[in-house]
């Protein structure tokens, strides 16, 4: 028999996590979800932000809101300050006011990428671009506004819906024969049902009376290249669907536009295994897994993804 249901508000709520977690949660038997997109909470505006959780008084508040364009945020950075780091800091206060834990979700783009071996949650951070900027800037405000905190930084998140790597890759393979991804970028590809399920695991175990507040890295087992990545999207989906695409062509990360991006986005994952006992999952299990889902398990329907088509390389 379970006690009073954990009650978990979720920002961002039709984001990549946000959307993963929802839907996860709603499984578990012991959560009551209260889930919130951008148009019914804003986290930039923070008399929103103190009226909303002062209404509904959840026993945590998991923050998957983000600006997460890295190309826009370098022509809106004023936008992306907002959302990420003041956003960040808005939740944290109100949280600290009401008593509430945070539970927050940040990136690789806080470091620069020239650890070939990978980052440690003690690495000093040296973010390239507005993004990885205005995500650090988030977590330093969340560290001094609310000590109950846990930040899960995670890389190259990937999911079947919204704007993502995968979906790119689909769409782009759909219309051309030759598509061009960098293989000099190297990190660990990480399903937003994997994040998911790190996060319920992390808030079941602060339930139980665990207090490892603080900072922790997370993303799927396996260092790859982007060109790997593609390589395996592309013979996943081709189960499934005669693609357009013959011929996938590295490229340097020279050659590709857009705003500069981490060479390495590998994060150590030990502390959370050491704390938490969360091991990291094999990113190709979940991406098996999300190709199904995008066509069906008997490859009868095709999802088209929802994402603009690009043309220059598939780099980030």
């Not at 978990?8 to 499984?27: D, E, H, P, S």
């Not at 209404?55 to 508040?61: G, M, Q």
């Amino acid at each position: 028999m379970y006690g009073d249901p954990i009650k978990v508000l979720v920002t961002g709520a039709n984001g990549q996590i946000g959307r993963a977690f929802v839907q996860q949660a709603k499984l578990e038997e012991n959560f009551d979800v209260v889930a919130y997109d951008h148009k019914h909470l804003d986290v930039s505006d923070a008399a929103v932000v103190g009226a909303r959780l002062a209404d509904e008084l959840p026993h945590y508040v998991v923050n998957c809101s983000g600006f997460n364009s890295v190309d826009s945020a370098e022509a809106n950075s004023s936008l992306a300050m907002s959302v990420n780091a003041d956003g960040a800091g808005n939740l944290a206060r109100a949280c600290a006011e009401l008593s509430i834990p945070l539970l927050h979700i940040s990136t690789d783009y806080i470091f620069d990428g020239h650890y070939d071996s990978g980052y440690t949650e003690t690495d000093e951070p040296a973010p390239l671009g507005v993004f990885g900027r205005s995500k650090l800037q988030g977590e330093i405000n969340l560290r001094t506004q609310q000590p109950r905190h846990i930040i899960l930084r995670v890389s190259w998140l990937f999911s079947e819906t919204g704007r993502n790597y995968l979906t790119r890759v689909l769409e782009q393979a759909r219309e051309h024969k030759v598509l061009k991804a960098v293989d000099d970028r190297r990190g660990c590809p990480t399903s937003s049902m994997d994040v998911a399920r790190v996060l319920i695991a992390v808030l079941k175990q602060l339930e139980c009376g665990s207090e490892a507040w603080g900072t922790y890295h997370y993303s799927g087992a396996e260092i790859t290249t982007r060109y790997a990545f593609t390589e395996a999207i592309i013979a996943a989906a081709s189960q499934y669907e005669e693609l357009a695409v013959r011929k996938i062509k590295p490229i340097p990360s020279t050659e590709e536009s857009g705003a500069e991006r981490p060479s390495s986005a590998v994060l150590k994952c030990t502390q959370i295994l050491n704390t938490f006992g969360i091991r990291q999952r094999p990113w190709r299990v979940d991406l098996q897994r999300l190709i199904r889902e995008i066509y069906g398990e008997d490859g009868s329907k095709v999802i088209q993804p929802t994402v603009e088509t690009r043309a220059e390389a598939l780099g980030s």
